[in-house]
């Protein structure tokens, strides 16, 4: 593939904010494709695994049998995204809640970390963020937390000193919404990692 | 006490504050929503996959048929049900009654649901959803009830239909309603909104919004009379961003194929070969209601203002 060429970021479109995605991914130049079935993996250089409700996604990935084609997404080195509940389904296992999860990131999510509906915010994330992120707004919505991160996994940002952006290898997860409101910095950092 | 204080101190909402409770509406966005009247029935929703539950005490359907007054649902039932499921818990209140709204809030319900289905407090005002820190869902019929909501602080837009009829026709009319009302405004000059806004009722602002963007400000989703999956996936066709089912899930003779087959349709209403296998094996659907037999007074979509 040569660099010029527009680069194709599949959105998992079993539930959730798939629509507020496919605005960012068109915000810093790449092209939006729903992604339901494990043909739809091949044609994407990267992929996002939405917010939503984790429990829905989880109950439609193995109904679809999703589960092992995005695990070996993972592997093939291509990018992966995921927001909030994609942040959970990325992660090594899932407390509070438990679902089946991808083990993409060696991290354990909690669920609902900070509350219900009521205990939802924004911050900015904090000074010592790496490059870049420092004082990047984060909205969370029904938010869960990264607990016991591997050394394998970095962290980019951090909010009140909890980990919120992190990546390991080509996969970040976010506890926060980049997909809400105008800022691309998550989204471009998903689409620079693409080889 | 003085109506600034009746959202537990949260004050007037700040575009922070509203983005906040509009971005659970758009996490909920391709989701179902199911009402349920125990802890039981919110597990077999979850575990079909619906992305939130509506707690209430007696299904639309129920409701209908019992008559009186109904109520917001009994404190100890909500908070059974936000304890039995990790999906977000909505409960319902009754159309302008501020503390009924205050109680679910401290119950840290994540939406509450301002609702023609129970029946109204004030027959003349809603709640100012702006002084809450919960979100707010409110039905509408047409473009100016639902930018009357927002207007008021509504972070979620769902057409009324006609609840525990099991009759799709009245959602039908009411989503095909909003989005020609909306397409309508687009095709308005700029000078022409005021007078627009004036005959709709509805604040000039939103309608510049509606005529700038072409959508709602906040996410639309379809409610009253869903039964079946088709019926979902025609929601879903007509511009609905996601669907509530009241009365047709645990009114039907199968309640968790059912629930299932309603969350796969949901997910692949752009697919009429996944519709049809979701359509299979389910038994009997809710009986539903001939519109023409229901008496103007007897239909919950009248109510609201």
């Known amino acids: 593939m040569t660099p010029s060429e527009v680069k194709r970021v599949g959105i998992l479109a079993i539930q959730g904010d798939v629509e507020a995605h496919a605005a960012a991914i068109e915000r810093v130049g790449a092209v939006p494709v729903p992604v339901l079935r494990e043909k739809h993996l091949d044609e994407v250089d990267a992929l996002v695994l939405p917010g939503g409700e984790s429990t829905t996604i989880a109950k439609g990935l193995e109904r679809l049998g999703l589960y092992e084609p995005l695990r070996a997404f993972g592997d093939s080195g291509r990018p992966l995204l995921g927001t909030c509940a994609g942040a959970i389904l990325l992660s090594r296992v899932a407390e509070n809640h438990p679902v089946e999860t991808l083990g993409l990131i060696d991290a354990v999510a909690v669920r609902n970390a900070y509350g219900t509906q009521v205990d939802s915010f924004a911050a900015p994330a904090d000074a010592d963020s790496a490059n870049g992120f420092a004082g990047l707004r984060c909205v969370f919505i029904r938010a869960p937390q990264l607990r016991d991160l591997s050394p394998e996994v970095e962290v980019l940002a951090r909010v009140d000193g909890a980990p919120v952006l992190v990546r390991q290898g080509r996969v970040l997860a976010c506890t926060f919404h980049p997909e809400l409101g105008d800022d691309s910095r998550v989204h471009a950092l998903l689409l620079g990692s693409v080889a | ?305």
């Open chain 2, 1 to 305: 006490m003085t109506q600034k204080k009746s959202g537990n101190g949260a004050g007037r909402t700040t575009a922070e504050a509203f983005e906040i409770k509009v971005g659970l509406a758009e996490m909920l966005k391709g989701g179902v929503i199911m009402d349920v009247t125990t802890p039981e029935q919110a597990k077999i929703a979850e575990d079909a996959g619906a992305a939130a539950v509506m707690a209430l005490e007696r299904v639309p359907s129920d409701i209908r048929r019992d008559g009186g007054v109904a109520r917001m649902s009994a404190v100890s039932m909500i908070e059974a049900i936000q304890k039995s499921v990790s999906i977000p818990v909505m409960a319902k209140i009754r159309i302008g009654h501020i503390v009924e709204a205050q109680l679910l809030e401290v119950l840290g319900v994540d939406f509450i649901d301002e609702s023609e289905v129970l029946t109204p407090a004030d027959d003349q005002h809603h709640v100012d959803k702006h002084a809450f820190k919960s979100p707010f869902v409110c039905g509408c019929r047409d473009l100016g009830e639902a930018l009357r909501r927002i207007g008021e602080g509504a972070a979620m837009i769902r057409t009324k239909g006609e609840a525990g009829s099991g009759n799709i026709v009245e959602a039908v009319r009411h989503l095909r309603q909003v989005n020609g009302d909306i397409r309508a405004i687009q095709a308005l000059l700029p000078e022409e909104l005021m007078a627009r806004a004036k005959q709709l009722g509805a604040p000039v602002d939103l309608v510049r919004f509606v005529h700038e963007n072409g959508r709602l400000p906040v996410p639309n989703f379809a409610a009253g009379g869903v039964a079946t999956p088709a019926d979902a996936a025609l929601c879903r066709t007509l511009g609905a961003e996601a669907v509530f089912v009241g009365s047709g899930i645990f009114k039907s003779d199968d309640p968790e194929s059912r629930a299932r087959a309603i969350v796969r349709a949901n997910t692949h209403w752009e697919d009429p070969a996944e519709v049809l296998a979701a359509s299979r094996g389910l038994g009997a659907a809710m009986p539903g209601i001939e519109m023409e037999t229901l008496a103007e007074s007897e239909r919950l979509s009248n109510r609201g203002w």
